[in-house]
């Protein structure tokens, strides 16, 4: 039998991953369960949001199941660190980038289909009409370089003000005090951006896609886009029947509100990754519909991408939509070779959304609030139950 460690983590985290587990169980997927400690509490306890007990869990048992984390900003971070930790020099970390960057889980895949009768499906309007595309796009996100690498400061020791200096583009900054300056830095290397353009090929070989597109800016950031267009277009000379299309993140933006049904994968660095996945997110239902996978070469970890919402967590019942979830642990069936089983659920959630008579707060439309089951919306449970039935 497989163990799993489940990472629960904040907020809605510790509503939407049992659920999921329920799901795993209804399907026959039989598993042993392991509980990690990960994020804000433990931040605030003992200054670590991943505390080493956990990295040990994974580097025993290699498989995550992970919820959701409340993530706040340096000042913010210290002020709620428990009184006897703040001058300790405790740094607060995402814990989800440590687990990136630790198990090196370079590869982020984000798929993003739409499904039939979801009510918050992208609409475009026609010369006669309106109508509904059909969205199934996957984003491969390089997950451990660029602008999540972590290098930054604020007020640069000298060293470090010291080589950026020598950059000719650093004079314009020549008279900023170095307390006044924050710098972050965007690092790509060459074997990721490899890697990642060639996991992307070879999952549109392997499922039928006709093109990849590179998105990234490389006609401004030169160096650092411009590795990664130069290595998706050596990848692609391997798989001649697949287009390479090339994107800049600002133009692709704008193109995905207007023809996102013409893009299969697209690959980018970390930052833009992010971003367009979240972009081709909303054209499918939101972050309650995001799912995603974090791919090392040993280590996996399957969470979906919205974030911990902890004005839901007190909610009794729960209002939260637990469809990211469930199609997140999808995708680590299909990594453990269980792909029958997941798309058993996956074609349980599809008959769920296309019968239209079980729906969470945010498939209504609705503000959410505990006011929302008397204008029709399911509970986090019902829907579950629904999609349990369906299987």
Known sequence: MRTIVKLPGDGIGKIVLPEAIK???????????????????????????????????????KIALFGAIT??????????????????????FSPIVGLRQHFNLDVCIRPCQSFEGNPLNFIRKTLTGYEEPHINTVIFRQNTEGLYSGVEWTNPPAEVREAFDTHPKMKKFANVPNEDLAISTRIVTRNACHRITKEAFEYADKFGYKSVTVCEKPNVLRETSGMMVEEARKVAKEYPHIDLWETNIDAQMMWLTKNPENYGVIVSENMFGDIVSDGFAGLVGGLGFACSANIGNEVAVFEPTHGSAPKYEKLDPPIVNPIAMFLSACMMLDHLGET????????????????????????????????????????????????????
């Open 71 to 92: 993530s706040k900003p340096k000042d913010a971070a210290a002020r709620e660190l428990d009184p006897a930790l703040r001058e300790e020099g405790y740094v607060y």
């Open 340 to 391: 029958g089983k997941a798309n058993k659920i996956r074609n349980a959630i599809a008959e769920v959304i296309k019968e239209g008579k079980v729906r969470t707060y945010d498939m209504m439309k609705l503000r959410g609030g505990p006011d929302v089951f008397e204008k029709g919306a399911c509970t986090t449970y019902e829907m579950t139950e629904a999609v349990i039935k369906k299987l």
């Open 23 to 61: 799901l795993l169980n209804a399907v026959g997927f039989e598993a042993e369960y392991v509980h990690g400690d990960i994020g804000w509490e433990f931040w605030q306890k003992e200054g670590n949001a991943l505390p080493q007990r956990t990295i040990d869990l994974l580097e025993k048992h």
